[in-house]
């Protein structure tokens, strides 16, 4: 597939490989400005192993599957492997000038009810 339609505020965007890559790029240089020490693990992954790609609902750029939710777009990053404690990074992005950027980067910890690991 070469092109996923976005639902985000009140249009519709298209979202293609070119422009996840672009988004890639984004990402690693929202992480290096923000706190490089503490994203340096999630910078040499998406340098070295995350290729973007698209399914039939979803886009993806290596672990970061991009989620949209109320009024919202990121990109989330799941910690491997499970855990009862889980660890997301986010990357709250925003359409300005034509383009996908980075907002913010931020974390959010997700209790597990039930864990089977």
Do not use: C, N
Not at 98 to 114: D, E, F, M, R, S
């Amino acid at each position: 597939q070469d092109t996923l339609l976005i639902a985000y505020k009140d249009s519709t965007y298209q979202m293609t490989i070119g422009g996840l890559k672009q988004l890639k790029l984004r990402l690693i240089q929202a992480l290096k400005q923000h706190q490089p020490e503490a994203y340096d693990h999630l910078i040499k992954e998406l340098q070295m192993y995350s290729q973007p790609f698209l399914t039939d609902s979803t886009a993806f750029i290596g672990r970061w599957r991009l989620r949209t939710e109320r009024e919202s777009l990121w990109l989330e990053h799941q910690q491997m492997p499970r855990a009862p404690l889980m660890l997301f990074h986010l990357a709250e992005l925003v359409f300005t000038d034509g383009q996908w950027k980075v907002k913010k980067i931020t974390y959010k910890k997700v209790w597990k009810a039930l864990y089977r690991g």
